[in-house]
């Protein structure tokens, strides 16, 4: 285990703004709205600031303003923040982000967690947050074989919180963070005082058996919206989950088209008015 910084080589950022420089956009038929898909005009603004506003050094400042670490567990390479608690007796949490999100994602809240005092909290609710990168996201290091599931992340988050002197902690997660902090509870029911999910991923399914009632009528309205949902908005799930590697030539090659597909993922998400 050891203390970790971000220091992006200046090499690597003038190949980005290069790319971006010389991208070869496509035509839209629909160029306003996103009808089928991220608009054009969208994507110039965003190329736009990305090559000549965004200033890197300061977001790197910033970031490495929070407590970075690397451990290596079984094999891989894992980043993740870890911040103390200020109370009398922080509880340890970690917190495991989703798909295409972050450790970035808690930024903010970890400084309510560990010092709510200064939030109008009560310094008893303090908590000792760990959050790591999900192997192959941010500074965490990269599958180098199949198998890396979210089982598997649980057992790495474990062996990290045993190495952290926590013994019992309680797990916290959303999107693929879900099916992590869950496999934390149940493969370690002793360690985990207990699991919030704040987004169930939509791949979940609870088992079901002869012993399990029939669906009602909300719940089998919910699935035929899901499954509604996924037909219309879920190709992006879809071609992750079955070709994986011919999507990464592109998104490894173009900065562009990565920016544009992490945006289709959030556009499908949200509503109408863009909220």
Do not use: C
Request: charged share 20%.
């Amino acid at each position: 285990m050891r203390p970790f910084k971000i220091e992006i080589p200046e090499e690597q950022i003038d190949d980005l703004k290069r790319r971006l420089r010389y991208s070869r956009l496509p035509g839209a038929i629909f160029q306003i709205d996103s009808q089928d898909g991220i608009s054009l005009p969208f994507m110039r603004t965003l190329m736009d600031y990305w090559r000549e506003e965004f200033d890197w050094r300061a977001q790197e400042a910033r970031l490495n303003q929070l407590p970075h670490f690397k451990a290596d567990i079984r094999g891989y390479s894992v980043h993740f923040l870890h911040k103390i608690g200020l109370g009398p007796a922080p509880v340890p949490l970690v917190l495991t982000h989703g798909w295409p999100g972050s450790f970035l994602e808690f930024e903010t809240l970890i400084q309510h967690l560990t010092d709510p005092a200064s939030h109008g909290g009560d310094p008893s609710d303090a908590f000792d947050v760990v959050v790591p990168s999900l192997p192959g996201f941010g500074f965490s290091s990269a599958p180098e074989g199949p198998g890396t599931n979210s089982r598997r992340i649980a057992e790495l988050w474990h062996d990290l919180m045993q190495m952290l002197g926590y013994e019992r902690y309680f797990a916290q997660g959303g999107d693929i963070g879900s099916g992590v902090s869950t496999w934390l509870g149940v493969l370690y029911p002793r360690n985990v005082a207990g699991v919030h999910l704040n987004y169930v991923s939509a791949g979940f399914r609870p088992p079901l058996d002869q012993r399990t009632p029939a669906l009602n009528s909300q719940e089998t309205e919910f699935h035929e919206r899901a499954a509604a949902f996924a037909a219309e908005e879920g190709g992006y799930s879809l071609l992750q989950a079955t070709k994986p590697q011919t999507l990464s030539y592109a998104l490894t090659d173009s900065p562009t088209g990565l920016a544009a597909w992490i945006l289709e993922k959030f556009e499908s998400w949200t509503d109408n008015d863009g909220t």
